[in-house]
């Protein structure tokens, strides 16, 4: 059996693990021991259920949340739901023996595993991050809002885990309703929000450039594979012109899914020009990327978009953003950042505002006391990489057309069969994007400027 060989926290020491054994067979596969704490943890939500507020106790007095003079009494209300990602999630209500303020009565349980879904379950391995993330951000300076952590772990060998959290109030308070992925439309002004995004953004990759991150973020998120990954191609030029060509074949037999400006029959043989430019140019603009290591690199959330973060008002009305689902996060190239921060916004947001954001973004990243970043370079490369990769959001007429049955029955982009079919609105919106920005951006001019 081949070794699974990752990062994991055990005590106060940053091990390498490897375990080449299989599970126990004798040990019932939704219970596993936790590489961390060295306690048996639930691999689903009955398991957890069925723990109850035994296991809870057991949980949060190993995690050091929770004193051992208290205890969890009961969960008296739970919830499964889906909403994205990978594992199974659940909410949960539960009771303690001695009421606290500094505990929350209301919590979000994610695991790696979902044994009903072959395909989300073969994601599982994300979840090491999180659970390496989680446990080194509970330092009360972390520069970023997070939720606050009551337990966190995982076996490696099976990579079965789970993340307990505080329950974030969306919607409660001053904190913001949740912001589904690919629906900014639906926000009052989705740029402020994303101020707020930039701001925390820049501030935690400022903090970590600038050394106020515990060493162990650089010992622990040292694997760079994840952040060179952007630089690979993962299609051929054939392929390429392919997946093009179906996606004009799909925008001209679906114009109501698209934006008139993206009807014209001309773009097709102009985006394949385009391609071809990108092409003949790939080793230079990589070359330009690379040169940005490594002052254009720090840690960061991996996918900071506005669906993975919570927005509530200071004292000052100002909007502040914390993240949640720190799934592969790591030490990642600053473009990469951006994109992820950025990649499902509406297409204005990149073509009014891009500038305005890569500058909120380097203030609060020299803020930090992090060597200053040259905003022209910065903005080069995000454009740059931005250019270099569009194969994945050329996806849209495989899943619109595998999730739709009538698809010339759909009104339009923001019809509502989109707000329950994830895959394929994040696939159409993040195509359409592609093609705006490509026009708007002027990123053919940008990749025939660096030949």
Same mark, same amino acid.
């Given at each position: 059996?081949?070794?699974?060989?990752?990062?994991?926290?055990?005590?106060?020491?940053?091990?390498?693990?490897?375990?080449?054994?299989? /599970?126990?067979?004798?040990?019932?596969?939704?219970?596993?021991?936790?590489?961390?704490?060295?306690?048996?943890?639930?691999?689903?939500?009955?398991?957890?259920?069925?723990?109850?507020?035994?296991?809870?106790?057991?949980?949060?007095?190993?995690?050091?949340?929770?004193?051992?003079?208290? *205890?969890?009494?009961?969960? #008296?209300?739970?919830?499964?739901?889906?909403?994205?990602?990978?594992?199974?999630?659940?909410?949960?209500?539960? %009771?303690?023996?001695?009421?606290?303020?500094?505990?929350?009565?209301?919590?979000? #349980?994610?695991?790696?595993?979902?044994?009903?879904?072959?395909?989300?379950?073969?994601? *599982?391995?994300?979840?090491?991050?999180?659970?390496?993330?989680?446990?080194?951000?509970?330092?009360?300076?972390?520069?970023?809002?997070?939720?606050?952590?009551?337990?966190?772990?995982? =076996?490696?060998?099976?990579?079965?885990?789970?993340?307990?959290?505080?329950?974030?109030?969306?919607?409660?308070?001053?904190?913001?309703?949740?912001?589904?992925?690919?629906?900014?439309?639906?926000?009052?002004?989705?740029?402020?929000?994303?101020?707020?995004?930039?701001?925390?953004?820049?501030?935690?990759?400022?903090?970590?450039?600038?050394? *106020?991150?515990?060493?162990?973020?650089?010992?622990?998120?040292?694997?760079?594979?994840?952040?060179?990954?952007? $630089?690979?191609?993962?299609?051929?030029?054939?392929?390429?012109?392919?997946?093009?060509?179906?996606?004009?074949?799909?925008?001209?037999?679906?114009? *109501? &899914?698209?934006?008139?400006?993206?009807?014209?029959?001309?773009?097709?043989?102009?985006?394949?020009?385009?391609?071809?430019?990108?092409?003949?140019?790939?080793?230079?603009?990589?070359?330009?990327?690379?040169?940005?290591?490594?002052?254009?690199?720090? $840690?960061?959330?991996?996918?900071?978009?506005?669906?993975?973060?919570?927005? =509530?008002?200071?004292?000052?009305?100002?909007?502040?953003?914390?993240?949640?689902?720190?799934?592969?996060?790591?030490?990642?190239?600053?473009?990469?950042?951006?994109?992820?921060?950025?990649?499902?916004?509406?297409?204005?947001?990149?073509? !009014?505002?891009?500038?305005?954001? /890569?500058?909120?973004?380097?203030?609060?990243?020299?803020? @930090?006391?992090?060597?200053?970043?040259?905003?022209?370079?910065?903005?080069?490369?995000?454009?740059?990489?931005?250019?270099?990769?569009?194969?994945?959001?050329?996806?849209?007429?495989?899943?619109?057309?595998?999730?739709? !049955?009538?698809?010339?029955?759909?009104?339009?982009?923001?019809?509502?069969?989109?707000?329950? &079919?994830? %895959?394929?609105?994040?696939?159409?919106? %993040?195509?359409?994007?592609?093609?705006?920005?490509?026009?708007?951006?002027?990123?053919?001019?940008?990749?025939?400027?660096? @030949?």
């Amino acid at each position: 059996m081949k070794a699974a060989r990752s990062w994991v926290i055990i005590g106060n020491v940053y091990h390498v693990n490897s375990r080449l054994e299989a /599970l126990d067979s004798s040990k019932p596969e939704v219970w596993v021991t936790g590489d961390h704490f060295g306690i048996s943890i639930p691999a689903d939500p009955a398991a957890l259920l069925e723990g109850g507020a035994e296991f809870l106790t057991k949980a949060f007095h190993a995690g050091g949340r929770l004193d051992t003079s208290n *205890k969890v009494t009961a969960i #008296v209300d739970s919830a499964e739901f889906y909403d994205g990602g990978s594992g199974k999630k659940l909410k949960l209500t539960i %009771t303690y023996e001695r009421p606290d303020a500094t505990l929350p009565n209301r919590l979000f #349980v994610k695991f790696s595993r979902n044994f009903d879904d072959a395909l989300w379950d073969s994601a *599982k391995h994300m979840m090491l991050s999180e659970v390496n993330f989680a446990l080194l951000s509970r330092s009360p300076d972390f520069p970023v809002m997070v939720p606050l952590l009551m337990f966190g772990d995982l =076996e490696v060998a099976s990579e079965t885990g789970l993340l307990i959290t505080e329950l974030i109030p969306y919607g409660e308070g001053n904190v913001e309703v949740a912001h589904p992925k690919c629906m900014d439309y639906l926000i009052p002004d989705a740029v402020d929000n994303y101020r707020a995004i930039f701001r925390s953004m820049g501030r935690l990759a400022g903090a970590h450039r600038a050394g *106020k991150l515990a060493p162990e973020f650089d010992e622990v998120f040292a694997n760079a594979e994840q952040g060179s990954a952007q $630089f690979r191609g993962r299609a051929s030029d054939e392929q390429l012109v392919q997946w093009a060509h179906r996606m004009f074949d799909f925008i001209q037999r679906y114009p *109501k &899914l698209f934006p008139e400006n993206l009807h014209d029959p001309e773009l097709r043989d102009q985006f394949i020009s385009y391609m071809a430019d990108v092409s003949a140019a790939r080793d230079r603009i990589n070359e330009i990327l690379a040169s940005g290591r490594p002052r254009l690199v720090a $840690f960061a959330h991996w996918n900071g978009n506005i669906d993975n973060c919570w927005f =509530e008002r200071d004292e000052q009305g100002e909007l502040q953003c914390g993240f949640i689902d720190w799934a592969n996060c790591g030490v990642l190239p600053l473009p990469q950042i951006v994109g992820g921060s950025l990649g499902c916004s509406e297409p204005y947001v990149w073509a !009014e505002n891009l500038d305005e954001l /890569l500058g909120i973004f380097v203030d609060e990243f020299a803020a @930090q006391g992090a060597p200053p970043l040259d905003l022209d370079e910065l903005s080069l490369h995000v454009r740059l990489s931005m250019a270099s990769n569009f194969g994945i959001s050329m996806a849209a007429p495989v899943a619109v057309a595998r999730d739709i !049955e009538d698809i010339d029955a759909v009104t339009g982009p923001r019809d509502p069969i989109f707000r329950e &079919l994830y %895959t394929s609105r994040v696939m159409l919106h %993040t195509m359409t994007n592609m093609l705006q920005n490509w026009q708007a951006l002027k990123l053919g001019d940008l990749v025939r400027s660096v @030949q």
